[in-house]
């Protein structure tokens, strides 16, 4: 007779496996990918964003039908990081012109993945969701920074892809609420995440239209050995931005086998150990505004 230890361990097995089942599944289907609970009004800014004839006055609508959307992205615009004239932004159609349309798109992200984790009901998954919320809006932050940087890199679509990069995590733990065998395993947990996460995120992306320079900065996005003869690009920023937070974000794992000269980026960059502090003394300013506007 199995013991009951022997019986949550292949409990937890058959529940992994057919979980993983259920992301490729949901990955090799030809239906678009939908996150549970995924605010709505999200894609409809993306949507609007796609079109070519989009006007503010269009997109100023869509968003104005939602409040806490529309104060998300106000708070935004006359953020310190964007706002730098410090003249008062009091509209919706002016903030939408101050803030371009990339922005946009990074406002409606962010109050739609942080609607969906405060709507996350199982108490196991918070710790994650609470985590990897953090987590984004820093990497976010950093690329931004980095970008401003940078020569060819837009700053903005640095910002939106640092926010979006482990959007295949949130996919998964949404998706893993079915699964209680699994939420009460962290270690399960991390190591899903860890195996699924930017294979998925890609996808999404991919499901959702996005550029494949995009898709390409989410599915690099931790390949340290990533190298290339031009100058930095997209995907070297979000690497040495997610580098940089698992390195200064309190409380995160911290590998010290890896080092600043362990990843190409961080060498193509010209970021050591010892120019670490002084970048991020530099800019820490912006990133704390550009975190506040984000976070709402």
């Excluded at 361990?9 to 289907?29: I, S, W």
């Excluded at 949130?170 to 609420?177: A, D, G, N, S, V």
């Amino acid at each position: 007779m199995d013991s009951p230890v022997v019986d949550e361990r292949n409990a937890l097995e058959k529940a992994t496996y057919l979980f993983v089942q259920d992301l490729a599944g949901a990955l090799n289907a030809k239906e678009p990918i939908e996150i549970p609970s995924f605010p709505s009004v999200a894609m409809r800014v993306k949507s609007i964003l796609d079109d070519e004839n989009c006007t503010p006055a269009t997109l100023a609508r869509v968003v104005g039908s939602e409040p806490g959307l529309a104060a998300r992205i106000l708070v935004m615009a006359n953020s310190a990081a964007i706002n730098t004239t410090g003249q008062p932004i009091l509209d919706l159609p002016n903030a939408i012109k101050r803030l371009g349309l990339i922005q946009i798109r990074s406002s409606a992200m962010s109050f739609a993945m942080k609607n969906l984790m405060d709507a996350r009901t199982v108490e196991e998954l918070k710790s994650h969701l609470t985590k990897l919320w953090n987590h984004s809006i820093q990497v976010a932050a950093i690329s931004y920074s980095l970008a401003k940087r940078t020569k060819g890199v837009n700053a903005d679509e640095a910002m939106f892809v640092g926010l979006v990069h482990d959007v295949g995590k949130l996919y998964i733990l949404t998706r893993i609420e079915a699964y209680p065998e699994i939420y009460a395993s962290t270690e399960t947990i991390e190591h899903i995440l860890e195996d699924w996460h930017s294979v998925i995120g890609k996808s999404i992306l991919e499901n959702w239209d996005f550029p494949e320079s995009i898709q390409d900065a989410i599915s690099g996005h931790e390949d340290h050995d990533y190298s290339h003869r031009n100058d930095p690009d997209l995907i070297d920023i979000v690497i040495v931005a997610n580098f940089l937070a698992n390195k200064i974000l309190p409380g995160a794992p911290q590998d010290s086998s890896i080092g600043f000269e362990d990843v190409a980026s961080c060498v193509a960059m010209g970021i050591t150990r010892e120019s670490f502090p002084e970048i991020i003394k530099e800019s820490q300013d912006e990133i704390n505004a550009l975190e506040t506007a984000l976070k709402g």
